[in-house]
């Protein structure tokens, strides 16, 4: 092929590919076209494929049929209650119609403007009408559904079709959430401190009622100290009688033995006594004990017999003191039981 030709044809090659660019067009499957003559629409493309124009006259124009976020600025709104909100929401649109969102917005920029209004009137409508405790806590998913139907409402004008809008959070504004955390601190604090002062009611009831039973029971204690010291002592002095008894005379003589004992024990004592004191009877005729002894012998008095007391393995507490013994038995057992009942 001369040279001549093989230019000529690249000149057609060419010429096809840009006629073929001019004249085919794709539609990708998230994509939908709308086809503009002269910047007047003819068309609406919106299944996926490969599709066809008049080249230098129309022109194509792709629209997103998926589904788009709106993020709106946080605004202060106020509720029904005259409470302050700050909320925070999000919108999800879909382009069901493109071509009267071109004649009527044009660009997704525009679409995003209009709509941030549109939601912007539609939540402070819904939340003007509605109290405090419904917007957070109890009709939350109710107010956001009738939001949604008012924005719709006005978008269906625009070929949008809002699918959600949510408020992704609704609080109280900085200055109020603090004045509302120092009131609930200052509440706590004060149901703490009645919470404190009720126990500290009820730990002096209960210091005052173990109080009140120490001293009973120490009462109770040393009241049966005195009875049982008091009925000790009684046995001993029946226990020192018996012993008298047995030979007085020498229990005389070694109670005296006793107090010399004593009164000598110190070396720098110094006694200034009479020399016929009684203190000094035994010192003067130590066998005067003996002599009476002698004198008594034939006297017959009616001693406790100790050696047989001793034989049958009981003590002088219980054979002399045994009415003593049996009423100390009997106030440690009503003790115990009225413990018990207790």
Known sequence: MSQPKLVIALIIIAVLGFLASATLFTVHQTQQALVLQFGDPRRVIDKPGLNFKMPFVQNIIYIDKRILDLDSPTEELIAADQKRLVVDAFTRYRIKDPLQFFTSLRDSRRANSRLAAIVSSSMRSVVGEAPFEDIVRTRRDELMSKIRELVNEQANDFGIEIVDVRIRRADLPEANSQAIYRRMQTEREQEAAEFRAKGQEVSRGIRAQADKDVTVL???????????????????????????????????????????????????????????????????????????????????????????????????????????????????????AVKDEK
């Open 218 to 336: 120490t009462a109770k204690a040393q009241r049966d100290s005195e009875i049982i010291r008091g009925q000790g002592d009684s046995c001993r002095n029946r226990i020192f009688a018996a012993a008298y008894g047995q030979d007085p005379d020498f229990f005389a003589f070694y109670r005296s033995m006793q107090s010399y004992e004593t009164a000598l024990e110190d070396e720098g004592t110094t006694l200034v006594l009479s020399p016929d004191s009684a203190f000094f009877k035994y010192l003067n005729a130590p066998d005067t004990v003996f002599n009476k002894r002698v004198a008594n012998s034939t006297v017959k008095k009616s001693r406790v017999d100790v050696a047989s007391i001793v034989k049958s393995k009981k003590s002088l507490q219980e054979a002399l003191c045994y009415d003593l013994v049996t009423n100390i038995g009997l106030e440690n057992t009503d003790s115990e």
